[in-house]
């Protein structure tokens, strides 16, 4: 299978329960412990990196935003989570309330803070970022050494029994055949899942390295048509939307964002000072029919999976065609 049975079952019955209450829910908690990280990568944000670890969430106020939002992933992000100190009592005590936990980390330091400190768990998926081959992503890190040590970890973290997945995000410059290059260095390595999305034009990164709407039709035709030979996690209505072949709306709420200075609105890629310290007050007072538009300026090339993988799952869902290939997708994993 694609993803495990019963990380699949336990989504697919959260979404049902929450279609009986409402158009709009998120699937996806983003937890963002802190704001300090050891790498500076050209496509970050300042802020995701470059805050102090003194600023950093209590567990207690992490377990209180996860619960708000009452969803059955977290995905715990930075700044680098393995800086967070008290990332073994968090992941503790997620696990103990049945969460399943997606630790976004760019591995430098997983022999140092991970291995033989947090166990393996059928809840816990370790995702590396590695934005293409050895001079792409130590380019795109800006540190030289970068791809080798986090390929390294790649290898001991499957070692080790660990559910291991990738991030890949595409840029401007990326090449698509070295992506699928990489898709086959993954695949004999053993990974279980490897995502592929385009990145954001973030307003604070000045460097250009972003794609236009043009860029990411042409690029996602190409990973599409060699997708199906590896474990993507993608689906195919989300990569077709990603060729420019299916239109979507987007689904901000899907992946609520909360950070140190709290709840973001309406996302985490907008760039804007509106954050909120309750879930409630958070998700009465964003406008998602104006986001869900994908209208917005700063929306213009954003097809992030973030905001539209949950568009294309239910799409799919109402179609007998794509229903089947949705099924063949997650079962030919």
Same mark, same amino acid.
């Given at each position: 299978?694609?993803?495990?049975?019963?990380?699949?079952?336990?989504?697919?019955?959260?979404?049902?329960?929450?279609?009986?209450?409402?158009?709009?829910?998120?699937?996806?908690?983003?937890?963002?412990?802190?704001?300090?990280?050891?790498?500076?990568?050209?496509?970050?944000?300042?802020?995701?990196?470059?805050?102090?670890?003194?600023?950093?969430?209590?567990?207690?106020?992490?377990?209180?935003?996860?619960?708000?939002?009452?969803?059955?992933?977290?995905?715990?992000?930075?700044?680098?989570?393995?800086?967070?100190?008290?990332?073994?009592?968090?992941?503790?005590?997620?696990?103990?309330?049945?969460?399943?936990?997606?630790?976004?980390?760019?591995?430098?330091?997983?022999?140092?803070?991970?291995?033989?400190?947090?166990?393996?768990?059928?809840?816990?998926?370790?995702?590396?970022?590695?934005?293409?081959?050895?001079?792409?992503?130590?380019?795109?890190?800006?540190?030289?050494?970068?791809?080798?040590?986090?390929?390294?970890?790649?290898?001991? /973290?499957?070692?080790?029994?660990?559910?291991?997945?990738?991030?890949?995000?595409?840029?401007?410059?990326?090449?698509?055949?070295?992506?699928?290059?990489?898709?086959?260095?993954?695949?004999?390595?053993?990974?279980?899942?490897?995502?592929?999305?385009?990145?954001?034009?973030?307003?604070?990164?000045?460097?250009?390295?972003?794609?236009?709407?043009?860029?990411?039709?042409?690029?996602?035709?190409?990973?599409?048509?060699?997708?199906?030979?590896?474990?993507?996690?993608?689906?195919?209505?989300?990569?077709?939307?990603?060729?420019?072949?299916?239109?979507?709306?987007?689904?901000?709420?899907?992946?609520?964002?909360?950070?140190?200075?709290?709840?973001?609105?309406?996302?985490?890629?907008?760039?804007?000072?509106?954050?909120?310290?309750?879930?409630?007050?958070?998700?009465?007072?964003?406008?998602?029919?104006?986001?869900?538009?994908?209208?917005?300026?700063?929306?213009?090339?954003?097809?992030?999976? /973030?905001?539209?993988?949950?568009?294309?799952?239910?799409?799919?869902?109402?179609?007998?065609?794509?229903?089947?290939?949705?099924?063949?997708?997650?079962?030919?994993?």
């Amino acid at each position: 299978m694609r993803f495990p049975f019963d990380f699949t079952l336990t989504q697919a019955l959260y979404q049902a329960k929450m279609k009986r209450h409402g158009r709009r829910y998120p699937t996806v908690c983003m937890l963002e412990p802190l704001y300090t990280c050891n790498l500076a990568c050209r496509g970050c944000t300042p802020e995701r990196h470059t805050g102090k670890l003194a600023d950093r969430l209590s567990v207690e106020r992490c377990l209180e935003a996860v619960e708000a939002a009452g969803v059955p992933i977290v995905a715990v992000c930075g700044g680098e989570p393995l800086l967070y100190p008290e990332l073994p009592e968090l992941f503790r005590k997620l696990i103990e309330r049945g969460k399943y936990i997606i630790m976004c980390t760019n591995a430098q330091l997983m022999d140092k803070k991970f291995f033989d400190i947090i166990p393996p768990d059928r809840h816990l998926f370790v995702n590396v970022h590695l934005d293409g081959m050895e001079k792409t992503h130590d380019f795109v890190c800006n540190k030289p050494g970068v791809w080798q040590h986090s390929i390294k970890m790649i290898k001991e /973290s499957k070692a080790r029994g660990y559910l291991t997945i990738t991030n890949c995000t595409v840029y401007k410059e990326t090449d698509v055949d070295e992506l699928e290059e990489l898709c086959k260095l993954l695949t004999e390595i053993g990974i279980d899942g490897i995502l592929i999305s385009p990145g954001y034009s973030f307003e604070k990164v000045h460097e250009d390295v972003f794609l236009t709407k043009q860029d990411i039709d042409a690029k996602f035709k190409r990973i599409k048509e060699f997708a199906p030979k590896y474990k993507i996690t993608a689906t195919p209505a989300f990569l077709e939307f990603c060729a420019g072949e299916r239109q979507l709306e987007c689904a901000p709420y899907s992946t609520v964002n909360f950070t140190p200075k709290g709840w973001k609105a309406p996302c985490y890629l907008i760039d804007s000072d509106e954050y909120y310290q309750d879930f409630d007050t958070f998700w009465k007072s964003v406008d998602w029919g104006y986001w869900e538009k994908h209208s917005d300026p700063r929306c213009a090339n954003c097809r992030m999976h /973030s905001g539209f993988e949950q568009t294309a799952v239910e799409q799919a869902m109402g179609s007998p065609k794509d229903l089947l290939k949705l099924a063949y997708w997650q079962m030919s994993g």
